[in-house]
């Protein structure tokens, strides 16, 4: 009997991303994206933004509620956060760019709790799937250093064995590319976090050796 693959194991965006495209043309693309099932309850596709030659790319989890509203990154409360640790490590936000591990918002309704969409972190299938749309970003925009925010984003760019508790703080090099890949904790553990001083001075100063790597 021939063996159906399970749609599951298909989930990849690759077919969606077009060969020799610019930026604008794969954001495009990006728009279209059917690569896993997280676009189908999301409203729509969140790619990267910001400066296309900027020398700090910025990747966090997945867009929050907000950004999936709005359709950008990082407009929510905790990419205000972001905005002024990098302007308080010497990173220019306008200068970064700035994008996701995944594109699409993963969330649950709880019946208890309304219509409130509460954020689910993005398996590995997903996060696999969705890689090649942050390839062609890092391929494009060319930045000099790679800016993990948390786990997530670790893992999708270092592998499941990314732990950020050891490795935040250091420059890492990244694949061949000749950047340097620097890891940190994602700006939305400050917003949760009981000492929110504390971890938030840990998040601005490795901020900062991403800074002093740039020169
Ligand atoms: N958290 C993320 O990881 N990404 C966003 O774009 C917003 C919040
Ligand atoms: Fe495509 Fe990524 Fe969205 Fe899945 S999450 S549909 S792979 S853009």
């Known amino acids: 009997m021939a063996h159906t693959k399970a749609p599951e194991d298909a989930y990849d965006a690759r077919p ?38 900027a020398r700090v790319m910025l990747v966090g989890e997945q867009p929050g509620d907000q950004e999936d509203r709005q359709g950008a990154p990082f407009v929510g409360p905790a990419g205000k956060l972001l905005d002024r640790a990098l302007d308080e490590a010497g990173i220019d936000p306008d200068d970064t760019y700035t994008t996701n591990a995944v594109k699409h918002f993963k969330f649950e309704t709880v019946p208890e709790r309304g219509k409130r969409r509460i954020h689910k972190s993005p398996g590995l299938r997903e996060m696999t799937a969705c890689k090649p749309w942050l390839d062609a970003e890092m391929r494009l925009v060319d930045p000099e ?10 893992k999708a760019l270092l592998g499941s064995g990314f732990r950020v508790t050891k490795q935040r703080g250091m420059l890492l090099p990244y694949e061949d590319r000749g950047e340097s890949l620097l890891a940190t904790i994602h700006p939305s553990a400050v917003l949760r976090a009981d ?19 740039l020169g």
């Open 145 to 154: 250093v790679i800016v993990v925010l948390g786990a997530t984003a670790g």
């Open 16 to 53: 969606f991303v077009p060969a020799g495209a610019d930026l604008d043309e794969v954001r495009a693309a990006a728009a279209g994206c059917r690569g896993c099932p997280l676009h189908r309850d999301a409203t729509q596709t969140v790619f990267g933004a910001g400066n296309p030659h």
């Open 195 to 213: 000492d929110r001083e504390a971890v938030y001075e840990g998040l601005v100063s490795d901020l900062r050796i991403a800074a002093r790597a």
